[in-house]
């Protein structure tokens, strides 16, 4: 029995993002071609490879992981084997840093594009606060770190100018004369930064009600009213919802997207994942109010 190298890509694909519909964008066949080819691994195997709910991916089965594993493997062999019988392929390593909101966009499948792409490239990728990324992406810890900064500043190069709006669950409503609840982000966030800044410029009262790394996390906090938070204006979907200022609620800045390479970090497979993640960032962004 012979596995078919396609097959096994676009499962990969799939244990990779969880998703059906991401693995066929990624790889480049329609939804129902990539449930085919599932399909013909778990009739190769005689056993079930992913665990669906209503027609979504939860997770693998054990059979799955043991065969994801292998097909890593046989992929890699395969890619290399290409590789060198061509010189334009591109190869290496990259130590990525990104902010947690990263996982409130389109990241993964953003990545699983790249990777499809370039299956040579290795990637670890490490999602942290801004400021600590900022800091050691200047000591050098990382190939290619994106964070936020107050617009205007230089540590980068600048990707996306977002605006950051308020956020909050479809059935809040801020009340002026109370303390605010927060719905935020660690010590160390732009977005907690610049929210609590410009509360204490218009001496506006408020209290921390929820904290988390996980956007997932604060974005259930809001949507079940545990408070207010503030988002770049991209990472705001239904049912979350923008609320304008006013209620007491200042005015928020603008801040920078921005990357920076590390000190020994100048080769052409990390300049090709920055402008990978800044064009795929542009292209996500929401169209600019006239």
């Not at 969880?18 to 071609?33: D, H, L, N, P």
């Not at 977002?162 to 927060?182: F, I, K, M, R, T």
């Not at 660690?186 to 408020?206: M, S, T, V």
Request: proline share 5%.
């Amino acid at each position: 029995m012979n596995f078919d190298i396609d097959c096994l890509r676009s499962f990969v694909v799939v244990a990779d993002t969880m998703s059906i519909s991401r693995a066929a964008e990624s790889v480049g066949r329609s939804q129902s071609t990539v449930s085919q080819q599932i399909a013909k691994l778990e009739t190769q195997v005689g056993k079930a490879l992913l665990v669906r709910r209503k027609g979504l991916v939860i997770e693998l089965t054990s059979e799955g992981g043991k065969l994801l594993q292998f097909a890593r493997r046989i992929l890699q062999l395969n890619d290399e084997a290409y590789a060198s019988m061509s010189d334009d392929v591109l190869t290496g390593f990259v130590r990525l840093g990104v902010p947690f909101d990263f996982f409130g966009r389109d990241f993964a499948t953003w990545l699983a594009a790249f990777k499809n792409k370039h299956p040579m490239v290795g990637l670890e990728i490490e999602a942290n606060q801004s400021e600590t990324l900022s800091k050691r992406s200047a000591r050098g810890e990382f190939d290619l770190a994106f964070f936020k900064q107050e617009a205007g500043a230089k540590n980068g190069t600048v990707a996306l100018r977002e605006q950051l709006v308020w956020v909050s669950g479809p059935n809040y409503s801020p009340d002026a004369l109370h303390s605010l609840p927060l719905i935020l982000f660690p010590e160390g966030c732009a977005y907690r930064r610049f929210a609590i800044a410009a509360l204490k410029d218009q001496n506006r009262p408020w209290h921390l009600s929820f904290v988390s790394p996980s956007f997932e996390c604060l974005k259930s906090a809001a949507v079940e009213g545990l408070g207010i938070t503030v988002l770049a204006r991209a990472l705001v979907t239904p049912p979350l919802r923008v609320v304008r200022h006013g209620y007491g609620l200042p005015q928020l800045p603008s801040v920078d997207l921005v990357y920076s390479y590390g000190r020994r970090s100048n080769s052409r497979v990390v300049s090709e994942l920055a402008n990978h993640l800044a064009d795929s960032l542009t292209d996500s962004a929401p169209p600019r109010a006239h």
